[in-house]
């Protein structure tokens, strides 16, 4: 028997590591205040790791979506696969050229490219899609809070988030 509604645990466990670092910093902080001063050294280090584990959660939680969606998404060894009910495909992190958000269906989805294959689409929403956030993190100059920015926003136009190098004339500008 469980005294949440199925709807409130799918938020905790969204926000699961911003609970965890206000745990370890409200840890640190009674060290701090509380026994002496001899453990407010390793309590001023409990407050900063748990005020990075609150800042990474924040970032992993507007990344996280329901997980409701079509098809399934699995991260192995730099290795994107999505696994679809009517598409799918496989991608290297090594070899992607271009990552965008594509807003012109719904949900939004993922959209990478890699020279001389088709393109990978992937839903925001998929199953273990949770897993891409790491992966995009990854890729050498992405800026993670400008991907989290378009991911809130809710244009209609698609935008491309990261290239590996420039596909366009140097005149282009993305925005």
């Not at 590591?17 to 370890?24: K, N, R, S, W």
């Not at 990344?63 to 799918?88: C, H, K, N, W």
């Amino acid at each position: 028997m469980s005294f949440l509604r199925p709807e409130a645990k799918a938020e905790i466990w969204r926000w699961r590591e911003v609970l965890g670092g206000i745990g370890v910093a409200g840890l640190g902080l009674w060290l701090v205040l509380g026994p002496g001063l001899l453990l407010a050294v390793p309590g001023y280090a409990l407050i900063a790791g748990g005020a990075a584990f609150v800042w990474i959660g924040v970032q992993r939680g507007r990344f996280r979506q329901s997980g409701m969606g079509a098809g399934a998404v699995q991260v192995d060894e730099g290795q994107i696969a999505y696994f679809g009910p009517l598409t799918g495909g496989v991608i290297a992190l090594r070899e992607m050229e271009r990552l965008s958000l594509e807003r012109g269906s719904y949900p939004a989805h993922w959209k990478l490219e890699q020279q001389g294959r088709d393109a990978v689409m992937i839903p925001v929403d998929a199953a273990g899609s949770e897993a891409l956030f790491d992966a995009f993190a990854a890729l050498p100059g992405l800026r993670t809070e400008r991907m989290l920015a378009e991911l809130a926003d809710d244009k209609t136009l698609s935008v491309v988030i990261w290239e590996r190098r420039s596909l366009r004339p140097a005149s282009a500008l993305l925005h």
